[in-house]
């Protein structure tokens, strides 16, 4: 069994910071590529970081606020959030391709976690 659990998710007033974590354990050979998403009420989930081959890469909307990094050794990953604006309002996910063994990888995800930007 594999699992990804998110945490570190609140309440924030608009301008403040958060940090998310991310943890995966279980039968684990290796982690490939990483990513945060998030799913605001009624809109479809969006990727906000991701981390592919050690380097990350941002969308526009959050690119200068946001800092994703990973620790493979402990094989988290966190998303350290700045400057938050209400908009940023959203369920926050945790994805990996995990591999079992060397060749085959499978994506999972965690529960989610939920930020609120509000005054």
Known sequence: QVQLVESGGGLVQPGGS???SCVASGSIFRLGPMSWYRQAPGKQRELVAAIVGGTPN???SV??????SRDNAK???YLEMNSLKPEDTAVYYCNARVYRNPLDGSDYWGQGTQVTVSS
């Open 18 to 20: 958060l940090r998310l």
């Open 75 to 77: 094989r988290m990953m």
């Open 58 to 60: 941002y969308p526009d």
């Open 63 to 68: 690119k200068g606020r946001f800092t994703c």
